[in-house]
């Protein structure tokens, strides 16, 4: 064909149907973009944005802390520390020959042991290799670089102060969640709870971009306990001497301030280290000074006095006769015959006869009143996990039997804190004060005796430990103190009490000119030489006043053998 | 004259439209950045804040009561007065 022959008509033909071409190419070119965006869009969306998604995006866990427990001078009692677990997340987990060295030798453990372990979890994936390593060791092992063990973070509490505070700390399990003592009653104020956060990563895994916030964390409070550090530790450390020396099976210490009701100590021999998990024996992490009651025996004589002098049948100046008082086939005698003697020799030389007459005069129902209000059968400690309440029975309960008894701490039991609360009552004037085991805990009292029975009742105190007392030994050099013994049997097992096994209790105050501290010692069968009150817990009291008193620079008493410190101090400048 | 004035309109609004375009990508750039170096930081937060308990943990093993007194009475021969020596100051 020749195309010079062409006509115009055939040229704009042939232009069209070369147009249509191009165009049908471009639209159907298109359409195909059409076809592959809804393809995109539409249709594989879900799967193309998780996809983006598991690339670019992760959740990290946003970290918190278990709270910090310190002591009343921020002194720190319980911490968290990192500590790291090796995790297996493969359900064929092997270790060469030479891994498997390399890793014994490095977790210190025996390579058999170790083989068992990675047997024992064949075929299992998700599994903890080792549980909490020192962050040290982690990085060796991270330097192995084993497949398929990862190397998880987790928090351990470490106790610095280790055997000191054991009990009333309690401790936590390996999940960091605590299952005695403090750390279980206050679990909720403590945790940390994780959070977790959304967040785009780049190329190089670096975060780019925090896309939300999926939990928020947590984190644990800290918690300022009333504990002093520096009394803790004396009294830890008086009582175990005191142990060591009597034979003791156990005892414990408390000391109280006497104006606010907090616990500066609270001491119990033996004691275990809470940092040693694996080795505690149950009874050695009881808080006796707050889960065991006992008969307080003539330590509780004081309360029974304060009533008398209430009731207003008797004065400090009364003359109580303390020959032997018979009740039905009973009789209570005392080991010397005391004859007729004031209030004050009846607490001072511990006349059981004198004490039971006392109490068969009083009103039942009054004398009951009183005994619950200084704190006897109801619960003190705040909440503290495993609390006695102690045992004081109805007094439609007590007969004569019942109440003469219960006058010189039989048919009565409670916990030392009890005790220590009591006396804090009298310490402070009359007005109780609930206990604290917290710093700064500031709370209304509450009046249960007028101060000026307080004020007899201490005076009377102070004749135990003077001269012609049962409790001389209790005294402090420099400083007036007052307080009472106690001596009780234990109960046998067969219902009755054994006559040689006792209880040795001292509860007292100091300074008397102007209260601040409540100490109560207990001791649990002395077998030594000892085991009067007066023999073996009033020394310790001694001991723990005057080292207590000197740290927390309590003035000596001014009319004391010592000189006016005042004035001497004026003559060394 | 009119239409003019329409195409230099519009002429600044695209100029508008990149600078605006250009500048989102910088400030999407810096904000990533900075990002990075928050992120950077917080490690080393938790980083020093570990340290921080692990000292102080050895702080306080280190000067438990039990020690001190230990050091004070077989290396540094201290001993505690007795009573009639100590003086004691009234606070003011």
Redesign the interface.
Known sequence: MNRGAETKEEISKRFIVRAFWVLGFFILLSFLLVLRATYLQVLNKDFLIDQGNARQIREPTI?A?RG?ITDRND??LA????VDSLFINHNNFSLSTGELEALSKILNIDIGKLQKKIQANKGKSNWFLERHVS?KLSKKIKALKIANITIIREYQR?Y???E?VSQLLGYTNTDEKGIEGIELQYESWLRGIAGKKKVLK?RKF?????IGIIKTAKPGKDLKLSID??LQ??AN?LLKESILEHQAQFGTVIVLNALTSEVLAMANQPSFDNNERSSISPSLVRNRAIIDMYEPGSSIKPFIIANAIESGQYDASSLIDTSPVKIGKKVIRDRTDLGNVDIGTILSRSSNAGMSRISLTLESDKLWEMMSDFGFGSLSSGGFPGEARGELHHHSQWGDIGKATMSYGYGISVTPLQLAQAYAILANDGIRKPISLLANQLTEGKRVLSSVTAEKVRAMLEKVVGPNGTARKASV??YRVGGKSGTAWKTSGSGGYTEDRYRSFFAGIAPLDDPQLVVVVFIDEPSGEFYYGGDVAAPVFSKVI?ESL?LL????SYNS??ND??V??LK?E | MDLRRSYFQLLICIILCTASAVSIIYIKHQSRELFIELEVLNVQRDKLNIQWSELQTEENIWATPMRIEREAMNKLHLQRPPMKKIKVYEKQ
């Open positions: 970290v802390y910090m002194k720190p911490i968290s520390i990192p962050t470490a610095p102060s280790g000191i780049d670096r975060s780019i971009e925090n550090l520096r530790y004396i450390k050099e420099g005057s000197r620079a309590i003035p000596p053998s010592f410190p005042l001497a101090d060394l």
